[in-house]
């Protein structure tokens, strides 16, 4: 039976690390948020047809939403008939366990539903909708706990017109968002209730579509923010703002920042580009300064990934790029495949193609562009508007490879026998 998303030891102190076993996927990007799995025992290479397809799931609905995968259950989001919701699949059989409806469905000339990530915390599952809607639930039935809407509920603002995109961030007893304005750019809800603990003090920006992550830059842990007009840090225990630096980024702000020691690393397209900012703190307070900016790296919404001392992604300026992360220089940049999304197993890098549905398996290799294997998805959806793309970035998790197209979700097995 076929069972039947322009919009993610030292490590764990720069990005949340949520509770799971080695290979599950909980979150946005995976466990540290940094989209590197640790799992290890891949395949490095596959065969010409691609890895063995095990299932595909044909109601996933309209979205750009990806998948969490923890503890034998995928839990994303979708949308039908004119309400977005969350499902959860078994993802031994690709079989539907429940499904919940959550919110209204946001619509625009690129795609309809939500498109941020669940966020996988415990018993409890949180998801925010592309109307700004935050609900929780619980794992095992879908059963409602709360729901806040960003809008209505926090006066929420956003940038432009592209719906509220973000991954929320479970942090300790907090679920962390971006509902954006001045009230406070970031919000902190008591986990358990929905309940307002804070609202960033002193950072009122509007909500972009970047994800939070979680540094420990300057000595002081911290929330690390991307939007249309800055890149800031605020306290995680009661959203104080410890540093602003202005980024002008009018169009979309949307890959999730990078975080390593001192430094964050942001890119964004439509002309803006990538800069590094190192943060120190002193008596002082805490500032932020530019190592370097250039336009090498104008990643849109596929994501940037650093695997050892090199950010990969691809650059609205023209082909896949590999950067070096210190200094911005350019190792190598590639155009023999199409523009996309990316994640990180293995030592390898997974490509996802936006408009043929081509996926390569590239080795994260910063002395040249190599390209071990290539296959194409056996279908593309129906439903996707013709503005659209294929956005949803893969997620390899457990020996998986998740892929998805809208309504349909491929999944394959790339572990090696």
Request: net charge neutral.
């Amino acid at each position: 039976m076929t069972s039947r998303l322009p919009l993610v030891p030292a490590l764990l102190l720069f990005a949340v690390a949520l509770p799971a076993p080695a290979a599950d996927w909980p979150q946005w990007r995976g466990p540290n948020r940094d989209d590197v799995s640790k799992e290890t025992g891949l395949l490095k290479a596959w065969p010409k047809e691609g890895p063995a397809l095990l299932w595909t799931f044909e109601d996933a609905g309209n979205g750009y939403s990806g998948p969490a995968v923890v503890g034998g259950r995928l839990i994303s989001q979708g949308a039908t008939d004119g309400k977005e919701y969350v499902f959860a699949l078994d993802v031994g059989s690709g079989k539907k366990l429940w499904s919940t409806d959550f919110g209204d469905l946001f619509t625009n000339n690129w795609g309809d539903g939500p498109r941020g990530t669940p966020t996988v915390d415990g018993d409890w599952v949180y998801a925010l909708g592309g109307q700004g809607v935050l609900v929780c639930l619980e794992l095992a039935t879908g059963k409602t706990v709360w729901q806040k809407d960003l809008k209505k509920d926090l006066d929420g603002q956003k940038q432009n017109n592209w719906g509220y995109t973000e991954s929320p961030l479970v942090d300790g007893d907090k679920v962390v968002c971006m509902p954006g304005g001045p009230k406070g750019t970031l919000a902190a809800l008591d986990k358990k209730t929905g309940e307002v603990i804070w609202r960033s003090k002193g950072l009122t920006d509007k909500a972009a579509y970047s994800s939070l992550v979680v540094s420990n830059a300057g000595g002081v842990r911290q929330y690390v923010v991307m939007t249309g007009d800055s890149v800031s840090g605020v306290t995680p225990e009661d959203g104080r703002l410890l540093w602003r630096f202005p980024r002008n980024s009018p169009t979309a702000a949307i890959p999730t920042p990078i975080v390593r020691d001192n430094f964050v690393y942001v890119s964004s397209a439509y002309n803006t580009g990538a800069s590094l900012l190192k943060v120190t703190g002193g008596p002082d307070g805490h500032k932020a300064e530019q190592e370097w900016a250039n336009k090498e790296m104008m990643n849109k919404h596929g994501g940037v990934v650093l695997v050892g001392d090199h950010v990969y992604g691809h650059s609205e300026k023209g082909g896949w790029v590999c950067q070096e992360f210190k200094t911005g220089n350019v190792a190598w940049v590639d155009k023999t495949f199409e523009m996309g999304s990316l994640t990180c197993a293995d030592g390898m890098l997974y490509l996802y193609g936006q408009s043929k549905g081509n996926v390569a398996l590239v080795e994260a290799n910063p002395a040249k562009y190599t390209e071990v294997s290539r296959f194409t998805i056996p279908r593309q959806t129906k439903i996707r508007k013709k503005s659209g793309g294929i956005w949803t970035h893969p997620v390899v998790a457990n020996g998986r490879l998740y892929l998805r197209d809208q309504d349909l979700i491929f999944c394959y097995d790339v572990k090696a026998q």
